[in-house]
């Protein structure tokens, strides 16, 4: 049974930085896909990131240039670095393995 723990998420400062983890467990996720999504309030999950098992990563258009997917194989953990966040990345992040979902951690970004 695969699952997910996020955390790192906060209330930060528009042009501010924040730093997600997404612990896994359950396998071994060296040879799998693991990804982020955002919820933001009255809107559907939408994609974020993806870091591929064979080393390449995607981004959506809004988090390329801004956002860094990470992943520690040896310790099954996936991580989201992002920076210079805006009001409208407040969401609710998810990590995505397998299709299997954590509960999601809370970003806002207000002043």
């Known amino acids: 049974q695969v699952q997910l723990v996020e955390s790192g998420g906060g209330l930060v400062q528009p042009g501010g930085s924040l730093r997600l983890s997404c612990a896994a467990s359950?396998?071994?996720?060296?040879?799998?896909?693991m990804g982020w999504y955002r919820q933001a309030p009255g809107k559907g999950r939408e994609f974020v990131a993806i870091s591929g098992y064979f080393g390449t990563t995607l981004y959506s258009d809004s988090a390329k240039g801004r956002f860094t997917i990470s992943r520690d194989n040896t310790t099954n953990t996936l991580y989201l670095q992002m920076n210079n966040l805006k009001p409208e990345r407040t969401a609710i992040y998810f990590c995505d393995v397998l299709h299997y979902w954590g509960q999601g951690t809370q970003v806002t970004v207000s002043s």
């Open positions: 359950g396998r071994t996720f060296s040879d799998v896909n």
